[in-house]
Each structure stands twice: as C-alpha cells, then as structure tokens.
C-alpha cells in the first residue's frame, strides 16, 4: 500500500467522530438533502504524485477516495430511487469541530461529491453547466464532523444574490 494511500485513509478515519451512517431526505422544495458522517480528503493530500514500484503514478489514493464517496452517496439514497434536480444549485456544508480560523473550505476535495452525485442520477447525466448552475461551498462549527450536501432546484440563486450588489 502506497505511503499516500494510508495517508488517505489515516486522514478520512480521523475525521469520522460520529457513527451515523449516510442519510437521504427529501426537501419541500423538491431538492435533496444528503448527510454523510465525514470530510472529503484535502487537495494537498490528492494532489501529490507518487511512484508505485514500476515507476508509474499510483492513483490508489485518488481511485480509493473517489470510490469511498461513490459508495457514500449510493448508500444514502438506496432507498430512494430515481431522485433527480435538474438544473440544480448544489450546496456543500462542511461541519467541523476545529475552529474556523484553521479550516479553509477550498481545500476540500468537492470533485469526488460533485461525481458521485452525478454517478448516482441526482444531478442528471452530466454535471457540466448545464445541468449544475454553480455551487456553494461553506464551513460551519459544530460539536461532530460532518458534511451536509444539498442539490437544490436551481431557480435563478446566483443571479439574484450577484444583483443585490451590482451597481448601475
């Protein structure tokens, strides 16, 4: 097992201090609401390159983390099949019990959540712009670590939050 790999791992184990398993609810305004019990890996973890014993780049780090959040999304909405928010507006809430101040929410892989929705049929086929209109990534402090992922119905959000400040 490659030396990033267990780094990988060590870092997504550290980050899981709540046993709940990953959940799916259904929102009023017909989005979706997904909660899975921890973090993403950060960029710096994934980002590295590394050898494996034959001299090419090992993507063991990359393929066990995207596939662990595959697994994670799949889980949560096996009960509920053929969910789909197309266009949609995603929101990714990274709850933490470290301070504010030490987390940096752009440092968190959102590539494997964002895939995994699309892998899964919630987004629909494709998560160009088409079909995912922008999203939110945001940080919030609480007593566990979590992560909270909403696909929302897109319904023109980022036009109306961008002209609250456009001056003409």
Known sequence: MSNLFQEVRAQTLNVITTDISPQCK???NGGIKLTVPLHPPKTYIINR???NKYGK???EAYQS???MWFSLISEAVKEHKDLQVSPSFIVIQFHTTQKLNRIDADNYTIKFIIDGLKENGLIGPDDNASFVRGYSVNVVYNST????IYILPYQNQ???IVSKYETF
């Open 26 to 28: 259904i929102l009023k």
């Open 49 to 51: 390159l590394e050898f």
């Open 57 to 59: 780049f090992s993507t």
């Open 65 to 67: 983390a995207r596939n």
């Open 145 to 148: 670590s979590f992560t909270e």
């Open 158 to 160: 980022i036009e109306e």
